[in-house]
């Protein structure tokens, strides 16, 4: 391994491959991947850089101390960026345990281990190390209607397994920070679209089931509001935190795009119209279906960038009509990726969220 190397955890999932792949592309030094491989992570998204000799893949648990340990000791990273998580609202409710589990229990192993070894590394190491950590909007709960925008200064409030799972990690990672100065950055994104994510997310499977003739499940009366990014612009924004960001600080990460759910697969299935007038079922839309709603189901996320505007001259590069258009391209293209995720433990996910 190349000096500078940095640990990535969740790389195999959705927004940490893209941002594997973008850290390859743009920088020179190299990265470690430290993943699971849980039903959400697919070393195949990472195929085009298997034989970069910058990056090594390692299957393995961030709640496995010992390995973590060694890892550090090893590979002596200056940085981690901590994407492992389970990540599926739908899901917590379901089975909150892995996500206690993962996220809480996980995180903190991961801040031990990190402690120990950034403990033992000399000043001038010790001062550029980083630790960041990578979370969601959802910590900060539910806004009406004419709420203004989430800032970093707003108080936390999450509603749903995972968004509490998150919040404690977040806590805790403050928690290093004050207690013990270790140099950590937290950021909250808002909802990621983009290539690679697992079909069990909104935007993925609007369009997988809009290709096939399936009906498209939109729950309660789809008027709850999301704010979009695609995930290359989180990624990039990520990179700019590790840059630039000030240690101890959070930053708000948002697309500048609230769409209300229905809006957001009406636009899919109109793409869809243009991109596959062919498909079984055309125009997709007559496949939407109202479905009961999600129990305690969050009804508006709106972010403000404005901290990674100012501070760090950070902005989202792609509008949603540019963003979606890429996505619903490449999930057009990219049908053997789909055969590939949409086998075994997802039928049987499918089955029990949707019995359909
Ligand atoms: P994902 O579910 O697609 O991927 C998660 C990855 O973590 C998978 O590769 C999985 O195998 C791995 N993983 C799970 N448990 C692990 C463990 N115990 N040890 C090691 N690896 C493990 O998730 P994503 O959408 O890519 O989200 C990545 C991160 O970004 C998460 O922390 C999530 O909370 C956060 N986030 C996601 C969004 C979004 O819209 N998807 C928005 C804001 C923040
Ligand atoms: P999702 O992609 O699960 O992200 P999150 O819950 O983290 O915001 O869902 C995005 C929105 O879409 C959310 O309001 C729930 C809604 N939704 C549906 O209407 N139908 C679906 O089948 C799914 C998965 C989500």
């Avoid at 648990?61 to 960026?81: K, M, Q, S, Y």
């Avoid at 760090?312 to 055969?339: C, H, M």
Wanted: charge should be negative; glycine fraction near 8%.
């Amino acid at each position: 391994m190349q000096p500078e190397t940095i640990l990535v955890t969740g790389g195999a999932g959705f927004i940490g491959s893209n941002f594997v792949l973008q850290w390859l592309a743009s920088e020179s030094s190299s990265i470690i991947n430290l993943d699971k491989l849980t039903y959400a992570g697919n070393p195949a998204n990472l195929s085009a850089v298997s034989h970069d000799r910058r990056y090594r893949f390692l299957q393995g648990d961030i709640c496995d101390r010992e390995l973590v340990a060694e890892l550090l000791i090893t590979h002596r990273p200056r940085a981690i960026i901590h994407f492992a998580a389970e990540s599926h609202v739908d899901r917590s409710i379901h089975g909150p345990d892995d996500f206690i589990r993962t996220n809480v229990n996980g995180t903190f192993s991961l801040l031990e281990e990190s402690r120990a070894y950034w403990s033992g590394l000399a000043k001038k190491e010790r001062d550029s190390f980083r630790f960041l950590h990578v979370s969601t909007d959802e910590v900060y709960g539910s806004l009406g209607p004419d709420d203004p925008a989430f800032t970093e200064r707003t108080q936390y409030a999450p509603n749903s397994p995972y968004s509490a799972s998150k919040a404690a990690s977040d806590h805790l990672v403050r928690a290093y920070f004050h207690t013990y100065g270790l140099r950590v950055l937290t950021t909250n994104c808002s909802n990621n679209y983009g290539p690679y994510q697992f079909p069990e997310k909104l935007v993925p499977l609007v369009i997988l089931h809009a290709m096939s003739g399936k009906a498209i499940p939109v729950y309660g009366d789809g008027q709850n509001v999301r704010d979009w990014i695609y995930v290359a612009d989180h990624c990039e924004a990520i990179r700019t935190v590790l840059a630039r960001g000030r240690t101890g600080e959070t930053y708000n990460i948002g697309g500048g795009n609230e769409m209300k759910n229905i809006e957001v697969v009406e636009t899919i299935c109109s793409t869809l119209d243009e991109l596959r007038p062919n498909d079984p079922v055309v125009p997709h839309k007559v496949l939407i279906k109202f479905v009961p709603d999600r129990p305690g189901h969050d009804r508006r996320y709106a972010m403000s960038s404005a901290k990674m505007e100012s501070d760090l001259g950070w902005k989202p590069r792609e509008t949603f009509a540019s963003g979606i258009r890429k996505t619903v391209q490449w999930y057009v293209d990219n049908q053997p990726w789909i055969e590939n995720v949409t086998s075994g433990s997802y039928r049987q996910w499918m089955a029990t969220q949707y019995s359909m």
